[in-house]
């Protein structure tokens, strides 16, 4: 199978084809370049049937009678000659035919009769009308561009050559400009405040009141917890990690309020109040049942004579 088929929509328009018609002819324009040739009558023909028409071209059809017809089609065109030899088919290319990508307006270069100026492949102005050398202008389609973007002035951040990686580092994490020697990210310290602004919006941002506070005491096991670790992040990002930290802790004292008093352990030992007897227990039991007596409970501490 052909995996792609290029189609001159200029051409077949040109010449009255249908999407069937237009989809063969580009195949069969592909064809001297691959298949079997053959002198026929001082002429040179191919070998092309309808059944490798339709293996090559299934979304075309699979019909061998449409295959055919649609050649006789662009025969009658002018476009192809069809002739048989030894039961099998060969076709040639017409001068019309040859024509399919050299004409002026092929696909690479599309126009209508004179070169339109300012069209969408062959931009033009006044001062080039032919479109030769022409520096595109600032937001055209070829080189869109913007104002700001193109500051000529050297005493910008553009024009001293800095870089946008350059830029973004001199932004904090809210994007306000600092002073050039600052640091756009810092190390935990033990005094470190969060700014009350950043915090109310990171608290509203993980479904907490606006309002929430850190306590005294969560607000020192955080600083000191990663004063430790030597991380640096900007003050935002700071601000986010404290909220995670109240959150969490909050759920973590949720959670120990609903376990009952003495834990699993407790539990265990309510629910399995009774020890397993030992080999000496157990066979006093089975005399006192074989005497028809009726064992009472071995409990912890209970004596039973051997």
């Given at each position: 199978?052909?995996?792609?088929?290029a189609i001159n929509q200029a051409k077949a328009v040109e010449w009255g084809l249908n999407a069937q018609q237009a989809m063969l002819f580009a195949f069969?324009?592909?064809?001297?370049?691959?298949?079997?040739?053959?002198?026929?009558?001082?002429?040179?023909?191919?070998?092309?049937?309808?059944?490798?028409?339709?293996?090559?071209?299934?979304?075309?059809?699979?019909?061998?009678?449409?295959?055919?017809?649609?050649?006789?089609?662009?025969?009658?065109?002018?476009?192809?000659?069809?002739?048989?030899?030894?039961?099998?088919?060969?076709?040639?290319?017409?001068?019309?035919?040859?024509?399919?990508?050299?004409?002026?307006?092929?696909?690479?270069?599309?126009?209508?009769?004179?070169?339109?100026?300012?069209?969408?492949?062959?931009?033009?102005?006044?001062?080039?009308?032919?479109?030769?050398?022409?520096?595109?202008?600032?937001?055209?389609?070829?080189?869109?561009?913007?104002?700001?973007?193109?500051?000529?002035?050297?005493?910008?951040?553009?024009?001293?050559?800095?870089?946008?990686?350059?830029?973004?580092?001199?932004?904090?994490?809210?994007?306000?400009?600092?002073?050039?020697?600052?640091?756009?990210?810092?190390?935990?310290?033990?005094?470190?405040?969060?700014?009350?602004?950043?915090?109310?919006?990171?608290?509203?941002?993980?479904?907490?009141?606006?309002?929430?506070?850190?306590?005294?005491?969560?607000?020192?096991?955080?600083?000191?917890?990663?004063?430790?670790?030597?991380?640096?992040?900007?003050?935002?990002?700071?601000?986010?990690?404290?909220?995670?930290?109240?959150?969490?802790?909050?759920?973590?004292?949720?959670?120990?309020?609903?376990?009952?008093?003495?834990?699993?352990?407790?539990?265990?030992?309510?629910?399995?109040?009774?020890?397993?007897?030992?080999?000496?227990?157990?066979?006093?039991?089975?005399?006192?049942?074989?005497?028809?007596?009726?064992?009472?409970?071995?409990?912890?501490?209970?004596?039973?004579?051997?």
């Amino acid at each position: 199978m052909q995996y792609l088929v290029a189609i001159n929509q200029a051409k077949a328009v040109e010449w009255g084809l249908n999407a069937q018609q237009a989809m063969l002819f580009a195949f069969l324009h592909q064809v001297p370049t691959w298949a079997d040739a053959r002198q026929i009558d001082g002429h040179t023909y191919f070998n092309i049937g309808k059944g490798k028409i339709c293996e090559e071209l299934p979304l075309l059809t699979d019909k061998h009678d449409t295959a055919y017809r649609l050649m006789k089609q662009l025969a009658k065109l002018d476009l192809i000659v069809m002739t048989s030899c030894d039961n099998r088919t060969y076709m040639r290319l017409t001068e019309k035919g040859i024509t399919w990508n050299r004409s002026a307006g092929s696909e690479k270069s599309p126009t209508h009769g004179k070169k339109a100026q300012g069209s969408e492949k062959n931009p033009t102005s006044e001062k080039s009308p032919s479109g030769v050398g022409k520096i595109s202008d600032l937001g055209s389609e070829k080189s869109p561009t913007n104002q700001d973007t193109n500051d000529h002035n050297p005493n910008t951040h553009s024009g001293a050559g800095e870089s946008i990686f350059e830029q973004a580092a001199q932004r904090t994490d809210d994007v306000d400009t600092v002073p050039t020697g600052g640091a756009r990210q810092f190390p935990m310290t033990l005094d470190w405040q969060p700014d009350p602004e950043q915090l109310a919006a990171q608290c509203q941002r993980a479904g907490l009141p606006a309002d929430t506070q850190p306590a005294a005491h969560q607000l020192a096991k955080f600083t000191a917890h990663h004063a430790d670790q030597g991380r640096r992040y900007g003050a935002m990002a700071w601000t986010a990690k404290l909220v995670d930290w109240i959150r969490n802790d909050a759920r973590q004292q949720a959670q120990q309020q609903t376990q009952p008093t003495g834990g699993a352990h407790a539990n265990r030992q309510q629910r399995n109040p009774r020890r397993r007897l030992s080999a000496a227990e157990a066979r006093a039991r089975d005399r006192a049942i074989a005497r028809g007596e009726q064992p009472g409970d071995i409990l912890d501490g209970e004596c039973t004579p051997g």
